[in-house]
């Protein structure tokens, strides 16, 4: 039972627009978010994240939104350049169990295509 | 600084044969943590590490074995590979507590099972 889901496995922009990837989650009790981005053939990297307290963080050209009423948080890339090109993976944590220990949940991911 | 290293990159297994997949780090982290990406499912826990000498069961743990070597060295092991084994894992470390999920992730091992 995925508790965090990325309905969008792909999305192609052009360059310079924006990027817009969602990600919807099922468990209440989650209240840290996280994106990273993965090239092929290489680990993953973290990029943003997102306290449950905040509904907003920005970072250069990346903000995530966080609608916790609608269990729904979004990556907003602008704008958009050739090496945002990857895959977008969505995460999630809940930091205030105290048996966390840093354990978290991957969304399926979303591959982004910027084009020239 | 190496961040976190995974041994071997690459790896094909005849069913019923066994390995054991290596990750280092330098970042002196407390926590370490084994997943496992398939198409479609994003990265799936199979073990973690909270601490030193400490594991525990991820969500899809059967047909694995890990150790927590020292604090630097967390190791996977199938003992009797199985196809549905066919993935490729990541190994990661994080700080640990619950101030800190950052997770820093190693390269990768594609592991093909026939």
């Known amino acids: 039972d995925q508790q965090v889901k990325q309905n969008s496995p792909s999305l192609s922009v052009q360059e310079g627009r924006i990027s817009i990837l969602n990600c919807d989650y099922t468990?209440?009790?989650?209240?840290?978010f996280l994106w990273y981005k993965k090239y092929p053939a290489e680990g993953p990297t973290f990029l943003i994240s997102?306290?449950?307290?905040?509904d907003k963080n920005e970072d250069g050209r990346f903000t995530v939104f966080l609608n916790k009423s609608a269990k729904h948080l979004s990556l907003h890339i602008v704008p958009s350049q050739p090496g945002d090109s990857a895959v977008y993976f969505c995460?999630?944590?809940?930091?205030?169990?105290?048996?966390?220990?840093?354990?978290?949940?991957f969304g399926a991911g979303t591959q982004v295509v910027v084009t020239p | 600084n190496a961040g976190v290293t995974q041994t071997p990159k690459f790896q094909v297994l005849k069913t019923g044969q066994s390995m054991t997949l290596q990750c280092a780090q330098d970042?002196?982290?407390?926590?370490m943590y084994w997943y496992r990406q398939d198409p479609g499912m994003g990265l799936r826990l199979i073990y973690y590490?909270?601490?030193?000498?400490?594991?525990d069961k991820g969500e899809v743990p059967n047909g694995y074995n890990v150790s927590r070597l020292n604090k630097r060295e967390f190791s996977l092991r199938l003992e009797s590979a199985a196809p549905s084994q066919t993935s490729v894992y990541f190994c990661?470390?994080?700080?640990?507590?619950?101030?800190?999920?950052?997770?820093?992730f190693g390269p990768g091992t594609r592991l093909t099972v026939l």
């Open positions: 990661a470390s994080s700080e640990g507590g619950s101030s800190y999920n950052e997770q820093f």
């Open positions: 468990n209440s009790m989650f209240d840290y």
């Open positions: 997102i306290s449950s307290i905040k």
């Open positions: 995460a999630a944590s809940e930091r205030g169990r105290a048996d966390s220990w840093g354990k978290l949940q």
């Open positions: 970042m002196n982290h407390n926590s």
């Open positions: 590490s909270a601490s030193e000498g400490t594991t």
